[in-house]
């Protein structure tokens, strides 16, 4: 969900930082992958585990999967070498873009095997033993696959983009991702590809003051242009993707809300996300998102937010576990940095259960702050031994 490069930075770990790619699996139909970015690295292994659960009763079949790929830049092709399933020679893949006029014929295939040349990476292409085959497509195509029909149409970008649409039983997926508004064609595709979708994933990387300005003519859209798209076409969900890599989470934040404002049914792309489509609706679900370990720990607090609806709420609740990044404390010692220091706290407030908190910490800091007083920063650490309470 993350444009142009992937991102480490800590204040971008809330929405994720791989690039985009991203997984459709259409109810006892085809699967697809959407982009290649850095995010295939992960959906090659889950799919393997997947696979290797299933495969225990069904037989060995291998993996089958569409690949459908936008565009050629960096962000939505680097994963291909990182793809383990491509290394495994049961498994099936079609790969499906289009004819760049800068590579010639079979620029997928080439683009795939010009990742694995010399001296960018250390094996031959020869070693991915999967089955491939390369389908070259190009804006305004149709086809199907077992009951799932695809359509596709050319976006604004620098050396092209094609959008994906797939219509599957459940309902209807656009992918519009690295395109920037203006053309009048363009603008037309797009309204075309995206009407009445149940969910229209669109590039939301800048904000509406840089497309007008600083990033004018980058390739890239805002979250406005979504709502305007998304309103146009009378599409059901929005959701913002390509969050540009100098995004804070505050920032995505503050897209996604002002983007509510205007069209309440959007959400901002996060790592991990999944959509659900079916007769009951568009049901969203996010991953786990508490980085560190849970401690439990009762607290009361007032807790004030706002409904689905939008309706703004109050009330008394019990906090039934905390998730604990570190601390700072103060010591007459000196710890070294990077050794292991064991914190056990008292867990105030929590009168039902008088265990104290028992924490493993890795030391990150140290200075002395005054006399015989130093400060120590710890990082919490997960036990060797210890499974996270879950609720
Ligand atoms: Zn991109
Ligand atoms: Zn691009």
Redesign the pocket.
């Known amino acids: 969900m993350r ?2 490069t992937p991102t480490l930075e800590r204040d971008t770990w809330r929405y994720g930082g791989n ?2 790619c991203l997984e459709l699996d259409v109810a006892g139909g085809p699967h697809f992958i959407l982009d290649c970015g850095t995010g295939l690295r992960m959906l090659g292994n889950h799919l393997h585990a997947m696979h290797n659960r299933w495969s225990r009763w069904e037989g060995d079949g291998g993996i089958e999967a569409h690949v459908l790929v936008t ?1 050629y ?1 960096w ?2 092709i680097q994963g291909l070498p990182f793809f383990h399933p491509f290394f495994e020679a049961q498994n099936r893949f079609h790969l499906y873009s289009f004819q760049s006029k800068h590579l010639g014929r079979h620029s997928l295939k080439q683009v795939l095997e010009a990742q694995f040349a010399s001296p960018y990476f250390p094996i031959d292409v020869s070693m991915m033993t999967a089955t491939r085959s390369f389908q070259e497509i190009e804006g305004g195509d149709q086809w199907d696959v077992r009951g799932t029909h695809i359509s596709t149409a050319w976006l604004n970008h620098p050396q092209g983009c094609l959008g994906y649409r797939i219509d599957t039983p459940a309902g209807s997926i656009v992918y519009a ?2 395109n920037e508004p203006g053309p009048r064609e363009y603008d037309n595709n797009l309204r075309q590809l995206a009407q009445g979708a149940d969910v229209l994933i669109y590039d939301a990387q800048y904000s509406p003051e840089q497309l007008a300005s600083t990033r004018k003519g980058w390739g890239h859209s805002c979250w406005l242009e979504g709502v305007k798209v998304a309103r146009e076409t009378k599409a059901k969900n929005l959701i913002l993707f ?1 969050h540009d890599p100098d995004s804070s989470g505050r920032t995505v934040d503050g897209y996604l809300s002002a983007a509510r404002q205007e069209f309440p049914c959007t959400w901002a792309a996060m790592e991990g996300m999944s959509v659900k489509l079916s007769e009951r609706g568009t049901e969203v679900a996010l991953p786990e998102s508490r980085l560190g370990q849970r401690r439990r720990l009762k607290f009361s607090a007032t807790v004030s937010g706002q409904t689905e609806d939008g309706t703004p709420f109050e009330e008394h609740a019990t906090l039934r576990d905390i998730s604990l990044q570190g601390a700072y404390l103060s010591l007459h010692n000196r710890p070294r940095l990077q050794s292991e220091m064991r914190v056990v706290i008292d867990a105030m407030g929590d009168h039902s259960n008088s265990n104290p908190l028992c924490l493993r910490a890795t030391v990150t800091h140290c200075t002395r702050v005054h006399g015989d007083q130093n400060g120590v920063g710890v990082f919490f650490v997960e036990d060797a031994d210890s499974d996270p309470p879950r609720d």
């Open positions: 444009g142009s690039t985009a565009h830049h962000d939505h991702t690295d390509h």
